[in-house]
């Protein structure tokens, strides 16, 4: 039964976009290969951001080359969002489980990665980086490349500098790995009671109505090569994500991937309720150890992700790679630091958590912000995401496991927030860049960038949490939720999988 009930988990994933199709009338076939986060304010276009392309240059200009460098940096920060995913967050979560509980987040982390990367092939990235149409282009992209229809070795994504591009089929795996670590990181707030189904069932589902539009909503733009005066540049901005035409500014994923990620993880922690035992029995993490592993291999990974969102091996990847570098590392102090002065010692759990504070909050900033911004950054998250995994959890009351809400909801919001503050130029910041005079706008208020990063944040949260609450009940009631009481006492790892971490 339980086999049975796997592969209709796995075959609902896998045929989702057969049903969408059915759904939505086929669009106008688009131009461009679309591209991501930038901030698109009135007056000019945004500057460089996260993760997406748009197509090559218009048909009346030659088709540019892509540099091998930036492939192969591209390459390269393909498999370092790789590594954070697995091995690095499954060894992170798996060593804060009871060791009776290790495979099943392990096979959880793993297993959903896998799903991700053959649903995005098939229909998730034309629905997030392709045009939609009529009313539905700012939320979701349309199906013109459905099963990767069009996409050779020789087609192009845009990049944030005109006239330069990469292969489109490298940028559809670097997204891909956003999209799987994603939905990797909602399985910490319900572990060690969900179903391995159930969890796949809710994975395939929240990945198509949340991540897919939120993503677009965020990312999806036409490219910088079309944009030589206002009239193109007003074109542009019609044609984008809903919150990208807004200015929404999101390097690398603090709205997309960690905000949306938390509130979905702790709508999780309500619906399908607290662990048994909790709050009367020992719960503490089983190996720090494979921990502080996974933390370390989350910091090395995460330069790929963030790096890697500027599609380019230039002056502003390096400003990612030293503002990812700086602010975890301000970040784990202050954490510690705090602990430190509240308990009386720091740990190791506290300076792992500290350095994944860190690295969620800078994401949405870091190609925006200068390093003394990124330090200011990572200090704050220290200590507020200590206070959202102590404090505010008392408060929301919910059995958030592995604390994905306090860390990436918290951290993530926060950065998002800051993102506006600290992308001022008179704070050391970026700026937003005028594709149509081509150079930086004069103009940057800090006031209205926070409007409209708030805009952001809030969208995502209600988006996410709507959309999350819908699938845990639909899966809820077509094969249920969570385990039995006697299963989850003698733990995931047996009565899921049958086998065990270290031995009977």
């Given amino acids: 039964m339980k086999n049975r009930l796997l592969s209709l988990a796995l075959a609902f994933g896998l045929t989702l976009s057969s049903a969408l199709a059915l759904?939505?009338?086929?669009?106008?076939?688009?131009?461009?290969?679309?591209?991501?986060?930038?901030?698109?304010?009135?007056a000019a276009a945004p500057a460089t951001t996260a993760a997406a392309p748009a197509a090559a240059a218009s048909a009346a200009a030659p088709t540019p080359v892509p540099n091998k460098g930036d492939t192969a940096w591209m390459i390269v920060a393909t498999v370092l969002v790789i590594l954070m995913t697995i091995p690095g967050l499954a060894l992170f979560y798996g060593g804060l489980v009871r060791s009776k509980n290790m495979l099943s987040v392990l096979m959880q982390v793993f297993v959903v990665t896998s799903l991700i990367y053959v649903l995005w092939v098939i229909y998730g990235y034309t629905l997030a980086f392709s045009g939609g149409s009529g009313i539905t282009s700012p939320f979701?992209?349309?199906?013109?490349?459905?099963?990767?229809?069009?996409?050779?070795?020789?087609?192009?994504?845009?990049?944030?500098?005109?006239?330069?591009?990469?292969?489109?089929?490298?940028?559809?795996?670097?997204q891909a790995t956003f999209a799987a670590i994603t939905c990797g990181l909602i399985v910490g707030s319900f572990a060690e009671r969900a179903k391995f189904s159930a969890v796949l069932l809710f994975c395939a589902l929240w990945f198509t109505f949340s991540y897919l539009p939120v993503a677009h909503m965020v990312w999806y733009w036409d490219g910088p090569d079309g944009i030589t005066d206002a009239a193109s540049l007003d074109k542009v901005t019609a044609a984008g994500g809903w919150l990208w035409a807004k200015g929404a500014l999101d390097f690398a994923g603090g709205t997309v991937v960690h905000i949306n990620a938390a509130m979905a993880g702790l709508v999780g922690a309500y619906v399908i309720g607290k662990r048994v035992g909790y709050g009367k029995e020992s719960m503490a993490p089983h190996s720090l150890t494979l921990t502080m592993v996974g933390a370390a291999?989350?910091?090395?990974?995460?330069?790929?992700?963030?790096?890697?969102?500027?599609?380019?091996?230039?002056?502003?990847?390096?400003l990612a790679f030293v503002n990812t570098l700086v602010a975890t590392a301000a970040a784990t102090l202050s954490w510690i630091g705090g602990e430190a002065l509240h308990k009386g010692k720091a740990s190791m759990l506290g300076g792992a958590s500290g350095a994944v504070a860190g690295l969620v909050a800078i994401t949405p900033a870091c190609g925006f912000v200068g390093p003394m911004g990124a330090i200011v950054i990572g200090l704050l998250a220290g200590l507020i995401c200590l206070w959202g995994v102590n404090g505010l959890k008392r408060l929301l009351g919910a059995d958030d496991s592995l604390d994905v809400f306090g860390v990436h909801g918290v951290g993530g919001i926060l950065g998002s927030l800051l993102t506006g503050v600290f992308a001022s130029p008179s704070l050391g910041g970026t700026g937003v860049y005028d594709y149509v005079a081509n150079k930086v706008t004069p103009d940057y208020s800090i006031v209205t960038q926070l409007g409209i990063q708030a805009q952001g944040v809030i969208t995502t949260v209600v988006w996410s949490g709507v959309v999350a609450f819908m699938a845990y009940k639909l899966v809820d009631l077509v094969i249920g939720l969570r385990v039995s009481e006697e299963s989850e006492r003698e733990g995931l790892d047996i009565t899921s999988h049958g086998e065990t971490a270290y031995g009977r």
Avoid at 299 to 318: D, I, K, P, R, T
């Fill in 23 to 42: 759904a939505q009338p086929a669009p106008a076939a688009s131009a461009a290969v679309p591209s991501a986060a930038a901030s698109a304010m009135a």
């Fill in 140 to 174: 979701i992209g349309s199906f013109d490349k459905l099963f990767l229809k069009g996409v050779t070795p020789d087609s192009v994504a845009a990049t944030f500098s005109k006239g330069v591009v990469i292969p489109e089929l490298i940028f559809i795996a670097f």
């Fill in 297 to 318: 291999l989350l910091w090395v990974g995460w330069f790929g992700f963030n790096a890697g969102s500027n599609l380019e091996a230039n002056g502003s990847a390096a």
